[in-house]
């Protein structure tokens, strides 16, 4: 197994963290353009780890923002055994911090990805359970529906969605959602419950045009059953 990227000294932290967890990603993405999958990535990892930073200026907190900084590192490039041993050092050395329940999340993905459902479904839930930031929230939700789908408990696949109601998503994740449930309700053969989701949506202000899109497509569905 892959040992994790040399940890930063605390003189560097005092220097500035977050500005060089910045860079850092910033050198990632420059070098291995053709490695990460998907740009917006970067720019969310760079929030996450901004917003724990702001938060939290306790030596515990700046030395997992270190370590949390060096594993996204090697999940954006792909190097995901490298990943995974940094989260889960992160579980065993940083608890009780923010890190950590994002760590969660990580590991969880990593977990689906290797067809361990299990150990994804307990990570995932995990992280919807301690974290009080919107932050992979709808991420985390996508891919237990998913999960459910796969095992065809769409009842599971509902409680899951209304998990978000304790977070304040924004307007976007919140469509996103929508159409989780509708595609649900629609895998239960609840037709009329599917409709009165498609009307909420189609009443809401701003669609973008994939949501849009996919309630084309469920219209078209349902006006064929």
Same mark, same amino acid.
């Given at each position: 197994?892959?040992?994790?990227?040399?940890?930063?000294?605390?003189?560097?932290?005092?220097?500035?963290?977050?500005?060089?967890?910045?860079?850092?990603?910033?050198?990632?993405?420059?070098?291995?353009?053709?490695?990460?999958?998907?740009?917006?990535?970067?720019?969310?990892?760079?929030?996450?780890?901004?917003?724990?930073?702001?938060?939290?200026?306790?030596?515990?907190?700046?030395?997992?923002?270190?370590?949390?900084?060096?594993?996204?590192? =090697? #999940?954006?490039?792909?190097? *995901?055994?490298? +990943? &995974? !041993?940094?989260?889960?050092?992160? /579980?065993? @050395?940083?608890?009780? %911090?923010?890190?950590?329940?994002?760590?969660?999340?990580?590991?969880?993905?990593? =977990? #689906?990805?290797?067809?361990? *459902?299990?150990? +994804? &479904? !307990?990570?995932?839930?995990?992280? /919807?359970? @301690?974290?009080?930031? %919107?932050?992979?929230?709808?991420?985390?939700?996508?891919?237990?529906?998913?999960?459910?789908?796969?095992?065809?408990?769409?009842?599971?696949?509902?409680?899951?969605?209304?998990?978000?109601?304790?977070?304040?998503?924004?307007?976007?994740?919140?469509?996103?959602?929508?159409?989780?449930?509708?595609?649900?309700?629609?895998?239960?053969?609840?037709?009329?419950?599917?409709?009165?989701?498609?009307?909420?949506?189609?009443?809401?202000?701003?669609?973008?045009?994939?949501?849009?899109?996919?309630?084309?497509?469920?219209?078209?569905?349902?006006?064929?059953?």
């Amino acid at each position: 197994m892959l040992k994790p990227s040399r940890k930063i000294l605390r003189k560097e932290i005092k220097k500035d963290p977050f500005l060089e967890t910045v860079e850092k990603f910033e050198n990632g993405f420059k070098d291995n353009r053709k490695t990460i999958v998907n740009v917006s990535f970067f720019f969310v990892a760079i929030a996450v780890i901004g917003s724990i930073y702001v938060n939290n200026q306790n030596e515990i907190e700046l030395d997992s923002i270190s370590a949390f900084g060096a594993a996204l590192v =090697a #999940y954006s490039n792909s190097d *995901y055994e490298n +990943a &995974k !041993f940094q989260f889960e050092s992160i /579980l065993s @050395n940083y608890k009780g %911090t923010e890190s950590e329940i994002f760590s969660n999340y990580y590991l969880g993905r990593i =977990a #689906y990805d290797s067809g361990k *459902y299990n150990e +994804a &479904k !307990f990570l995932l839930n995990d992280f /919807l359970d @301690n974290t009080e930031k %919107t932050t992979f929230v709808c991420g985390a939700i996508k891919q237990l529906v998913e999960i459910s789908f796969n095992e065809n408990d769409f009842s599971n696949s509902l409680d899951i969605i209304a998990k978000a109601k304790r977070f304040d998503i924004n307007s976007v994740s919140k469509l996103e959602l929508k159409i989780l449930k509708i595609n649900t309700l629609i895998k239960m053969d609840d037709l009329q419950g599917a409709k009165i989701e498609i009307e909420k949506v189609l009443n809401s202000k701003n669609i973008p045009s994939n949501i849009e899109q996919k309630i084309n497509e469920f219209e078209g569905l349902l006006s064929a059953l």
